[in-house]
């Protein structure tokens, strides 16, 4: 653990008995007080205040268990992330400052992969790009809906946030089937039928038994979803992608009822978004510093 700096009065007694425990429980390399790492954790695409003392990484369920454990024990406030490439939505920056990290990107495997069935299990710290090479290794027949976002950002992060993606499966929260959750005590729950040992539908069937409650576990800190399984789309015989575009803002109400009238009719089966200019140019590539002469903003033409 490296000498910690920390710009405001922070430190407590309880903080530092919880990162000896935690050094001892996950290994001193997966404990960081680093001043370069803390800083870079507390920069986000806006300007930020929170300051984190300290940076976690367990590298398993059991390990996010026991550090939740010590968290209660010391009284010492944590905040999760997946990656951390939640990028315009706050990043890695806690709520509040006093708030140690724990960085779930150790949790990074693909747990069960059904073809047949289409479906996919994987842990918190898996990224788009992972599962898209899984995808192609194993014969690119199913296809996942991705976001417009780094594709080194995690998939469960950006269902807990809720996340819009692109595709027939676009709406990534509403085709979930099952989490593993930690919770702040530090016990362990599974919803929908996993909650049953040897369950043979857990991943096809949402709903369970009782009350449905995976919904409390997104946008909120009722837990730490350690496990998530989600469903995949049979990769189409033909793929064609539509662009359009708009010169005028009075048109921009009519364009929207339009596609209403499409979307309910069910011609359009998938997502679709309107973006502006600078939207577009963010998805298409990086920002063209040599068009614009190594300036920021994008000048006018843009």
């Known amino acids: 653990m490296d000498s910690l700096i920390v710009s405001e009065n922070i ?5 530092t008995n919880a990162l000896q425990e935690w050094e001892n429980l996950l290994g001193s390399e997966y404990v960081s007080t680093d001043n370069k790492k803390r800083l870079e954790a507390e920069t986000a695409t806006y300007e930020t205040h929170a300051k984190i003392p ?13 550090s939740l454990k010590i968290a209660n024990r010391y009284q010492t406030p944590v905040y999760p992330i997946s990656t951390g ?3 315009g939505y706050g990043s890695r920056v806690p709520s509040r400052t006093g708030s140690v990290l724990i960085d779930l990107s150790r949790l990074n495997q693909i747990l069960d992969y059904n073809e047949t069935l289409a479906y996919v299990t994987i842990e918190a710290g898996v990224t788009q790009r992972q599962l898209y090479d899984f995808l192609q290794k194993n ?3 199913l296809l996942m809906s991705v976001t417009g976002s780094t594709p080194d950002s995690s998939i469960i992060g950006n269902i807990l946030e809720r996340g819009e993606a692109k595709g027939p499966l676009g709406d990534r929260f509403n085709h979930v089937c099952g989490m593993e959750v930690v919770l702040p005590t530090g016990e362990c729950v599974h919803t929908g039928f996993n909650r049953f040992e040897n369950s043979q539908i857990g991943a096809v069937n949402r709903w369970g038994v009782g009350p449905y409650f995976d919904g409390i576990f997104t946008q909120s800190n009722l837990g730490i979803v350690t496990k998530m399984t989600f469903w995949l789309t049979p990769y189409p015989e033909y793929f064609q992608a539509f662009f359009y575009s708009i010169d005028q803002e009075n048109k921009l109400e009519l364009l929207i009822d339009k596609l209403r009238q499409l979307k309910m009719a069910g011609v359009i089966k998938t997502t679709f978004h309107i973006n502006n200019n600078y939207r577009m140019l963010s998805i298409q590539q990086q920002y063209p510093w040599q068009e614009c002469q190594e300036k920021t903003p994008l000048p006018p033409i843009y």
Not at 11 to 15: A, E, G
């Open 11 to 15: 430190i407590s007694d309880n903080l």
């Open 54 to 66: 300290a940076i976690i990484r367990p590298g398993n369920r059991q390990e996010v268990q026991e």
């Open 85 to 87: 490439k939640n990028w």
């Open 139 to 141: 014969g690119n027949k």
